[in-house]
């Protein structure tokens, strides 16, 4: 039983040398190590099925607790918050006109209203300058046609 004692405490101290002092993760490789020595030790001597069940369920608690204090946690969890408003639709710009404010080929910027948005040509490529008119909407990304294509298909 004395093993078991002296394993949990030098796991304890290297657990501890590991969050205070960041490494490459010795110590807690050691730690670990010696948790799982503990735990093998006193399976191997206790004798009884319920002292080895709650030694490994007290391993496990250890590890994850240990993991989630260590410096290194921070790499794996996210800790930041996301912040802002969702995306809202742009079904309210469907059929208006805009202006090409890049050469769409397919894919280009248009302006509406002083507002910049991504934009897809349907059709040919849209030259920068030329007006544009937004013939469907999916989510974020609006597909569009030239203005002179749609009148030339109305009139021929």
Same mark, same amino acid.
Request: glycine letters at 14%; hydrophobic letters at 65%; zero cysteines.
């Given at each position: 039983m004395e093993w078991v004692i002296g394993l $949990? $405490?030098?796991? @304890? @101290?290297?657990?501890?040398i590991e969050i205070f002092i960041p490494g490459i993760g010795a110590f807690a490789l050691l730690s670990f190590l010696s948790f799982v020595a503990a735990t093998i030790v006193l399976m191997i001597t206790a004798n009884n099925i319920a002292v080895s069940i709650l030694s490994i369920? @007290?391993?496990i608690l250890l590890l994850v607790a240990f993991i989630a204090f260590t410096r290194r946690a921070k790499d794996i969890f996210l800790r930041t918050e996301v912040s802002g408003q969702p995306s809202?639709?742009?079904t309210h710009l469907l059929d208006s006109e805009a202006v090409a404010y890049t050469v769409l080929r397919p894919g280009g910027t248009i302006e509406q209203n002083g507002e910049l948005y991504d934009a897809i040509a349907q059709g040919n490529i849209i030259q920068k300058g030329d007006r544009v008119k937004i013939v469907r909407v999916n989510h974020r990304k609006l597909f569009v046609r030239s203005v002179r294509e749609l009148e030339e298909e109305r009139e021929g």
């Open positions: $949990v $405490v030098l796991g @304890i @101290i290297l657990a501890t369920g @007290i391993l809202q639709s742009l």
